[in-house]
């Protein structure tokens, strides 16, 4: 049973715009959270990460909000760029490991 | 540095064939683990190591066996191929517990036919 879930697998956004990608987890032992971003026929690198006892952390265009009541994360990129089109993925630590969600597939048009 | 490399990059093997997935780092971490990506399930924890000698299971280990005799390499080995194990496998890893600063390598496909 997946702990964390990306309910949308693609998403589609122009040039200069907001891209919202969501997040959600079943564990409330999750304490500390990060997004990876994959290029096809690469590894996942790491974006950006937030504890728990947090409710934001940003580092450029990027920005993790966490809404633990609602059990909900979500990474804003303002704003997308064509390099920004690749798969991101949620993950959730949880005695050092992680749980990852399925992924999103971000497409920037131009 | 090299990072996290993995060999081969593709492989394709029949039902009932063995072959090893190679791992080697070269940033002296701790801790290495491989995972498995499948379309629709994110990447899922197959074993990991903690340091050269120790191996645990994670989360689908049935059917791959893992040892760590150096700090550099963590081969994967599966004994008996089966379709259910055609996947894209990442080995990562990290100095400790600090799971942001996990690598990974650049995975490698596997068929099995």
């Known amino acids: 049973d997946q702990q964390v879930k990306q309910n949308s697998p693609s998403l589609s956004v122009q040039e200069g715009r907001i891209s919202i990608l969501n997040c959600d987890y079943t564990n409330s032992m999750f304490d500390y959270f990060l997004w990876y971003k994959k290029y096809p026929a690469e590894g996942p690198t790491f974006l950006i990460s937030i504890s728990s006892i947090k409710d934001k952390n940003e580092d450029g265009r990027f920005t993790v909000f966490l809404n633990k009541s609602a059990k909900h994360l979500s990474l804003h990129i303002v704003p997308s760029q064509p390099g920004d089109s690749a798969v991101y993925f949620c993950a959730a630590v949880n005695d050092y490991k992680l749980s990852f969600g399925a992924g999103t597939t971000v497409t920037v048009r131009a | 540095n090299a990072g996290v490399t993995q060999t081969p990059k593709f492989q394709v093997l029949k039902t009932g064939q063995s072959m090893t997935l190679q791992c080697a780092q070269d940033m002296n971490h701790e801790y290495m683990s491989w995972y498995r990506q499948d379309p629709g399930m994110g990447l899922r924890l197959i074993h990991y190591?903690?340091?050269?000698?120790?191996?645990d299971q994670g989360e689908v280990p049935n059917g791959y066996n893992v040892s760590r005799s150096t700090t550099e390499d963590f081969p994967l080995r599966l004994l008996s191929a089966a379709p259910s194990q055609t996947s894209v496998y990442f080995c990562a890893s990290r100095q400790g517990q600090v799971v942001r600063e996990q690598f990974f390598g650049p995975g490698t496909r596997l068929t099995v036919l």
């Open positions: 190591s903690v340091g050269a000698g120790i191996t």
